[in-house]
């Protein structure tokens, strides 16, 4: 839903920041989807039926994280930017993404 930037500089000297920022926010995440799994514990009465409504209405996740359920999204943002004409050169959705979280 929202990419997360990291200077190159700090890639570069700390690699495992990319990961571990990664693993922070799937963590948030889960807590979030296992929270929402109590609808008792929301503040408004119909929480459990506005849960389902959106179940119902995405089919899964809309908010799916990784590399590789967001790839296809990223790759339209790509020709977006190129078609106006808002990138220097032609990018691949690998490049911006590191090695290291490729894999998720």
Do not use: C
């Amino acid at each position: 839903m929202h990419p997360i930037v990291i200077k190159k500089e700090i890639l570069e000297l700390d690699p495992w920041v990319a990961t571990s920022l990664y693993d922070a926010f799937y963590k948030a995440r889960k807590l979030y989807n296992d929270f929402m799994q109590q609808p008792h514990r929301l503040s408004f009465a119909w929480g459990g039926s506005y849960l389902e409504a959106e179940r119902e209405f995405f089919g899964k996740d809309p908010f799916y994280q990784g590399f590789k359920e967001n790839r296809h999204d990223v790759q339209t943002m790509i020709q977006f930017a190129e078609q106006q004409g808002l990138l220097p050169r032609p990018l691949t959705v690998e490049e911006l993404f590191t090695q290291n979280t490729r894999d998720t």
